[in-house]
């Protein structure tokens, strides 16, 4: 008799996967305690690496401290929308896993995420992706019903981005097009119905501060997407990286007082958006493309963007 019953669950290694010299998987601090089954499916949803959920739930942050009726009502609902984000973030990483297992499998820095390096199984990894969506369902009953059918739509968007690099060299604006959709969300829980035309200037203003700060991040993975045919933003600006960026971040900023001017008039959110232009400034400065461990660095900094902006506009709506 063998020794050991072998787990059905348990994926074989996929043809070709390595683990990479330079990977995104640390797991560190209590993550690293738990059990190692456990953290394959820890990694799997990006639950050790909060920038994502961060960037994902920041946008409906400034809305709820905008324009809540009263500070609890906007922390009641910037805490849902936290949990929602955790969620759903890790539902829409396992479908970008899901798609992209055979290139990751070849890219250094993807090569050993679980569905890439055969650590998990297709059939576990769909099966945590519906436990995943059952919560953010579980998130989405707790708000007003029009904000139901809102957030619903976004469903395509996020099954949409992990092949948008299939048949576009700007998949980053379908990324952004996803990662901004807590705006008009936010927006019809407040307002129960639909947002005013003046938050989709915020949204729009919003997309191309996602595209600018995705494009950052893809220029970690420049060397192997030339390799591998996955187009990016990074690669279409080529020489003009910081240029395309640039412009983006100009019209994010553009967008974002023109839409909260339109709605708030003056006060403390300007001096928020004042120090957002300085930020985007620093990132620019720093900005290179030979740099992937920099460049990762300033994405991450653009979580600060979304505090200092939160910050501005709470003492705006709260405090003024």
């Known amino acids: ?29 209590i993550w690293g305690l738990l059990p190692v089954r456990l953290q ?55 479908i970008n896993d899901l798609w992209d297992r055979d290139i990751d ?46 957030g619903i739509s976004a469903l395509p968007l996020i099954i949409l981005y992990p092949l948008a690099k299939r048949f576009t060299d700007w998949p ?20 129960q119905g639909w947002p005013p035309a003046s938050l989709w200037i915020l949204y729009a203003g919003t997309v ?16 192997d997407d030339r390799l591998n045919g996955v187009r990016s933003a990074a690669l279409s600006l080529g020489h003009h990286l910081r240029f395309g960026v640039g412009v983006c971040y100009l019209l994010a900023s553009l967008l974002w007082a023109a839409g909260f001017f339109s709605l708030l008039g003056q006060g403390a959110w300007m001096g928020g958006l004042g120090l957002v232009c300085c930020h985007f400034l620093w990132q620019l400065r720093r900005l290179v493309a030979d740099d992937p461990a920099t460049a990762l660095q ?23």
């Not at 070849?106 to 919560?135: D, H, K, M, N, Y």
Request: glycine fraction near 10%; charge should be positive; charged fraction near 15%.
């Open 172 to 191: 980053q604006i379908v990324l952004g097009l996803t990662f901004s959709w807590a705006i008009p969300v936010a927006g019809a829980v407040l307002w």
């Open 40 to 94: 394959t499916y820890v990694t799997l949803a990006r639950l050790d690496r909060p920038i994502g959920w961060w960037l994902l739930v920041l946008p409906g942050w400034w809305i709820f401290a905008a324009f809540s009726p009263g500070p609890h009502i906007a922390i009641f609902y910037m805490t849902l929308f936290t949990i929602g984000a955790v969620a759903m973030r890790g539902a829409g990483c396992i």
């Open 1 to 29: 008799m063998p020794a050991k019953t072998p787990d059905k669950n348990q994926a074989k290694p996929r043809k070709g996967a390595q683990q990479g010299k330079y990977t995104d998987i640390k797991l560190n601090g």
């Open 105 to 150: 499998a070849q890219v250094e820095r993807t090569r050993s995420r679980p569905l890439a390096s055969g650590q998990i199984s297709v059939t576990a990894a769909v099966l945590f992706l519906g436990c995943l969506s059952g919560c953010g369902l579980l998130v989405l009953i707790q708000l007003p019903m029009f904000s139901w059918a809102v």
């Open 298 to 320: 300033i994405f991450k900094s653009n979580r600060d963007i979304g505090l200092i902006l939160t910050a501005g506009l709470f003492l705006g709506s709260f405090l003024d």
């Open 208 to 223: 191309f501060w996602v595209i600018g700060y995705d494009t950052v991040y893809a220029v970690q993975d420049m060397k």
